[in-house]
């Protein structure tokens, strides 16, 4: 697998993840509105761990894509 396609799967992971994540906090809402508050309090422990990793992960994929050279056009 080439450097571009473990990028690219990289970004699509971290892109799903961020949908799980929103559509989990959509959800924990619902349930806290349904009156199950303890329930809607373990979905929004659960997502803290992800919340805490999300700038980490985004600052890798950035140097990720940074560190390959540019490329050239021909003109």
Not at 7 to 19: E, F, G, H, K, V
Not at 33 to 49: E, F, M, N, Y
Request: charged residues 25%.
């Amino acid at each position: 697998m080439s450097e571009k396609q473990i990028t690219t799967l990289l970004s699509l992971m971290n892109q799903r993840q961020a949908c799980l994540s929103s559509a989990c906090k959509e959800i924990a809402n619902w349930i806290d509105k349904q009156g199950d508050v303890p329930a809607a309090g373990k979905i929004r422990a659960s997502l803290k761990a992800l919340e805490a990793d999300e700038a980490q992960v985004r600052k890798a994929l950035t140097s990720l894509s940074l560190d390959r050279p540019i490329p050239r056009f021909r003109s």
